[in-house]
């Protein structure tokens, strides 16, 4: 029977993780050779597998909350990327970053940011909305709206685009996982 249904699976060469998350696994790794522990910021990537191997090598993962007491250690932040608020409570607490934020990610915030500072900041309401078509929550948003002090509106679908005031106008973004289909569609 089992030769009537037979298959042949093939796997993509270019599957796997993002190049982002596959450097930020490479810098954890690099850390954990050196010292036996070290704490992440958020699940390092979406694979429970992978997690679980980079814990048993010593990597700790911990919540925004539980990064409040920390002190004087060292903080894994991973591809997703973190708003400014996050770098600042490192600082504060004497925490040194390990920031394996993914360089796609970071060219979008400080894409948003230049907007936001240059148009957006001090002006009045008829300034330009900062619009960014995402998963409200995501730790990637999270780190994009950081870039506006709160201020992005954010929408995940079509249903949301009345969060908008097309009176005023728009400069927009995405999240960089984000289908480009619905992209378009906005």
């Known amino acids: 029977l089992t030769a009537l249904y037979s298959m042949h699976i093939t796997v993509d060469e270019h599957s796997g993780f993002c190049p982002g998350v596959v450097s930020a696994i490479r810098k954890a790794e690099e850390q954990l050779a050196e010292s036996e522990s070290l704490y992440c910021l958020g699940d390092i990537v979406h694979n429970s597998e992978e997690v679980s191997r980079l ?4 990597l700790c993962t911990i919540e925004h909350e539980q990064m409040q007491s920390l002190r004087n250690t060292r903080v894994l932040f991973r591809a997703h990327g973190e708003p400014p608020s996050t770098y600042q409570m490192a600082e504060q607490n004497g925490i040194e ?39 409200k929550g995501h730790a990637e948003v999270n780190g994009l709206v950081g870039q506006t002090e709160g201020t992005a509106i954010v929408i995940e679908r079509t249903e949301d685009i009345d969060k908008v005031d097309f009176d005023r106008p728009i400069r927009l973004f995405s999240q960089t996982t984000m289908p480009v289909d619905t992209f378009r569609t906005l």
């Open 55 to 58: 814990e048993q090598m010593g």
């Open 97 to 135: 970053v390990i920031d394996a934020t993914c360089p796609v990610v970071l060219q979008l915030q400080k894409r948003i940011k230049k907007v936001y500072d240059e148009e957006c900041r001090h002006s009045g309401p008829d300034a330009p909305q900062i619009v960014i078509f995402g998963k």
